[in-house]
């Protein structure tokens, strides 16, 4: 791919992390679902309901590759994203000139534990991508942030 698309580096193996603290909130986010369709199903559905008991340590298992996943980059140019919404992994490059907007959110519960969501909107023609970042660290998402503010 890089003899075709010149602009871009393609900087992956410099991707910075998740924190470990994260993981926590993957895991209950996930997993927290599960239980009452579990308990649902096995009750409704007795003895056979029992076999959604499996959905348990799949659930945590798309949690943690999620955590494992979710990764951003900057070089002076380019902004990479990798995260896993669902199954597949999406890795997303950026020009900083194409870039419309970043936005970071945070709920009262991730302000306990210090991680914010940050997204950026991506605008090329009539085109849009709005790629972001799940649970990573406040620290990190204001050097994201300050990576997009116009040089002076």
């Keep these: 791919m890089p003899q075709f698309l010149e602009d871009y580096e393609f900087p992956v193996e410099h ?27 096995s009750i409704l559905l007795f003895p056979w309901g029992l076999f959604s ?12 590759a999620a955590y494992r996943a979710t990764g951003f980059c900057t070089t002076e140019t380019e902004l990479v994203i990798q995260g896993r919404p669902f199954i597949s992994k999406q890795t997303n490059f950026m020009l900083k000139r194409r870039v419309q907007s970043v936005n970071y959110a945070q709920s009262i519960w991730m302000k306990k534990g210090n991680v914010v969501h ?13 790629a972001g970042v799940h649970y ?17």
Excluded: M
Excluded at 30 to 36: A, E, F, G, H, K
Excluded at 118 to 130: A, D, I, P, R
């Design 15 to 41: 991707l910075e992390r998740a924190p470990k603290t994260s993981l926590r909130r993957f895991l209950f986010i996930n997993v927290i679902w599960t239980i009452p369709v579990i308990l649902l199903v």
């Design 53 to 64: 008991l499996v959905l348990l340590p799949l659930f945590a298992w798309k949690a943690y």
């Design 118 to 130: 940050f997204s950026v909107l991506l605008k090329s023609g009539q085109t849009h991508l709005n």
């Design 136 to 152: 990573i660290a406040v620290q990190d998402a204001n050097q994201l942030y300050y990576w997009y503010q116009p040089s002076k």
